[in-house]
């Protein structure tokens, strides 16, 4: 057996055809001539990542739950628990920025926000966040448009649950059931029940119980990176209106106010 790496390889290395490194490390173009904008670039492509990742999870659990197939879901919205702690500790480098330090590269980013991220916008729909007015920033991007509109008119990872507890006997009402996926999910007290009598049941050992938790780490994290942003945001320019347009820090906490699954908190006050 020798004892060291190999060196010798005919072309590129294994390695390099696999994770194709030198196009990844070869992706950062700064606007400006400020070196502190380098690790705001590479942050944003590195939740990028992320969040492909993470949808990818979430398409895998999605397909899953539609076939009964509790412990492949389970196993993917594992997965992207620890994968969604990963992007949020991305923030660590990003969440102390000054008013100078931003301001020193914040003109050459023009109008670009992470609002016009398709892949974020994806990892929304697949929660139940949909809106159709959502897609008209990527009117120009034919594969994001079209990956974007068929996202829009499949349910949702939460639409897939509910149709699974209705599966298993819960009476999740018609009007949720077949309501249209095009629209955001919302609260209804009927759903709330049904959690609420999942969670009161005396064994907690039950898969939907299992699954409840795992959907609560989902959009417990999901809310920690939305607070974690707007945290960031509201030290690096206060009140200022965003790159994007919008109210800036106020818009981001409308949305931070927002939860995630939202019958899964709510029924905890009546279990
Ligand atoms: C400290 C740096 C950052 C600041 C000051 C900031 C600021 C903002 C603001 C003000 C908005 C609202 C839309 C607008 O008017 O632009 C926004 C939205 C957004 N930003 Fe950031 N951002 C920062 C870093 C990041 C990073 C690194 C990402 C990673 C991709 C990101 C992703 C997003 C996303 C996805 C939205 C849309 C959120 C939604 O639709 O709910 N931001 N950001």
Redesign the pocket.
């Known amino acids: 057996m020798p004892e060291t790496p190999n060196l010798d390889f005919q072309g590129t290395t294994p390695y390099e055809d696999y994770v194709q490194a030198s196009v990844l490390t070869h992706l950062q173009h700064p606007l400006s001539d400020d070196p502190g904008e380098m690790v705001?670039l590479v942050?944003?492509q590195v939740?990028?990542l992320w969040f492909t990742v993470i949808v990818h999870e979430w398409d895998t659990a999605v397909q899953a739950v539609r076939e009964d197939d509790l412990p492949v879901a389970m196993a993917a919205l594992k997965r992207s628990a620890y994968e969604l702690e990963a992007l949020n500790a991305s923030w660590t480098p990003?969440a102390r920025?000054t008013p100078g330090q931003?301001n020193a590269y914040r003109g050459a980013l023009g109008e670009g926000?992470?609002?016009q991220?398709a892949m974020?916008r994806r990892l929304?729909f697949l929660l139940g966040e949909k809106s159709v007015s959502l897609l008209v920033p990527h009117r120009g991007a034919p594969a994001e448009y079209a990956a974007l509109e068929k996202a829009l008119h499949e349910p949702s990872l939460y639409d897939e649950v509910l149709r699974l507890l209705s599966r298993r006997g819960h009476a999740v009402p018609a009007a949720v059931l077949d309501r249209d996926p095009t629209l955001c999910h919302e609260a209804h007290p009927d759903v709330e029940r049904i959690w609420q009598e999942i969670y009161a049941a005396v064994d907690q050992d039950t898969d939907l119980v299992r699954l409840g938790e795992a959907l609560t780490d989902v959009a417990e994290l999901v809310w920690r990176w939305?607070n974690d942003?707007l945290v960031?945001?509201r030290r690096?320019?206060g009140a200022k209106?965003?790159?994007?347009?919008?109210a800036?820090?106020a818009?981001?906490e409308r949305?931070v106010a927002k939860n995630v699954f939202p019958e899964l908190w709510t029924a905890r006050s009546h279990v």
């Not at 209106?241 to 919008?246: A, M």
């Open positions: 705001f942050t944003t939740m990028e990003l920025l931003f926000s992470g609002f991220s974020y929304e939305r942003h960031a945001t690096a320019m209106t965003g790159t994007g347009g919008s800036g820090v818009w981001l949305r």
